[in-house]
């Protein structure tokens, strides 16, 4: 089973393990040479800018790592759009609204990971477990929920999020919105024999068990008939007071924003910030949020603080308030770095990624 260990030197070794090559080649099957690194990215502790440079530094020639890069590129490419469309739109709807919709509800066979497609449900019970989800997993799953079940991607959307430790809500909601046709042409369908093809399974007779032209047209499975309304909350430690020197500048750190070397020379004040607010509308899970605080131990002399940043400032008197740019705390002030990119000329929305992808190839 998978881990996800959370010292800084374990996740460099995770990196410098990576081999592009063989990525690019099985990436898509469940047991493929995946990398595991999503959830150290999202949380801002790697870039995608040091992944690639790492990996890079053994060799490769950029044709050879072309499928591995792009995989940078596309989170890179969902944080742009977030960026530039705003929350709002990542939100809702980017580019129109899903069509074909019965219900705003969570199917309660995929959150019981009882849809009987046995390869899902599996990897449902493992994100349970583990907090983490491969990616064709996840697009299986949003297919069968938005697609075959014909439930609007928002809530599944945040119950997925909600126990990802790669939780990262440009990544997430796009790729939710990129399934369902609210970001993209056409809705994406998976069928059994896809299933079994990239789950190693060997499944019959399912609801899934069609071919592709047949999928747009079928009723709702029985199996995915019930629904469940969603309960998502997070839990934050009391953690409201913390010793400021004003002084010295306050460097503010979020869960989206644990990067251990960020202006790490610098005698700071050094906060990792909780917004019981914005928890509220994002919730993670308890497993998540420990995660959170176990990476956030590799910022050196880094304090907690649970409330809103306005009741921080309170706190701060005349310090300097420094943080990374991040759409999700835009309502931070003080002065705010850029964030590490890895294509950092290539700025602005791009209507699809291989658009964006075309522009970025000019600088690899």
């Known amino acids: 089973m998978i881990s996800f260990p959370t010292d800084y030197s374990s996740i460099i070794e995770r990196i ?3 081999d592009p090559i063989r990525y690019g080649k099985t990436r898509n099957f469940i047991d493929g040479d995946v990398t595991y690194l999503s959830p150290y990215i999202s949380r801002g502790v790697i870039s995608v800018k040091q992944v690639k440079e790492i990996v890079m530094q053994k060799g490769y020639k950029p044709y050879q790592t072309e499928k591995f890069l792009q995989e940078l590129a ?3 490419y969902f944080q742009r759009v977030w960026q530039s469309r705003g929350t709002a739109a990542i939100n809702v709807a980017l580019k129109q609204e899903q069509i074909d919709v019965q ?3 969570m199917i309660s066979s995929v959150a019981n990971a009882t849809t009987g497609i046995e390869a899902i449900d599996e990897q449902i019970n493992k994100l349970y477990e583990t907090g983490y989800m491969h990616n064709h997993a996840r697009m299986y799953t949003a297919s069968i929920v938005c697609n075959i079940g014909k439930a609007h991607w928002h809530k599944p959307g945040k119950w997925m999020y909600y126990h990802l430790l790669d939780g990262d809500l440009a990544s997430n909601n796009c790729s939710w919105q990129w399934v369902s046709a609210v970001f993209s042409s056409k809705k994406y369908y998976c069928n059994q024999e896809n299933i079994n093809k990239y789950c190693n399974s060997h ?3 399912t609801f899934l068990d069609k071919s592709y032209e047949e999928l747009p047209e079928m ?5 995915l008939q019930q629904t469940v309304e969603l309960s998502l ?6 953690a409201d007071t913390v010793n400021i020197d004003p002084s010295k500048p306050v460097l503010i750190y979020n869960s989206y924003n644990l990067d251990p070397n960020w202006r790490k020379e610098e005698d700071a004040n050094r906060i990792l910030l909780l917004e019981p607010s914005h928890f509220a509308s994002y919730p993670v899970s308890e497993k998540v949020l420990e995660f959170i605080l176990d990476l956030s ?3 050196e002399a880094v304090q907690l603080f649970v409330g809103e940043f306005n009741e921080l400032l309170q706190l701060t008197g005349d310090a300097v308030i420094i943080s990374k740019e991040q759409p999700a705390f835009e ?3 003080g002065t705010k770095d850029s964030r590490d990119w890895m294509f950092p000329q290539v700025t602005g929305y791009f209507n699809s990624f291989f658009s964006f992808w075309k522009k970025c190839e000019r600088y690899l």
């Not at 009723?219 to 199996?223: E, H, T, Y």
């Not at 909350?233 to 009391?238: I, R, Y």
Request: proline share 7%.
């Open 331 to 333: 309502h931070y002030t």
């Open 297 to 299: 131990k590799n910022i």
């Open 219 to 223: 009723n709702i499975p029985d199996a």
């Open 233 to 238: 909350q997070t839990v934050l430690p009391k």
């Open 103 to 105: 219900h705003e509800k």
């Open 74 to 76: 596309w989170r890179e």
């Open 16 to 18: 410098e393990n990576v």
């Open 203 to 205: 499944q019959v007779s």
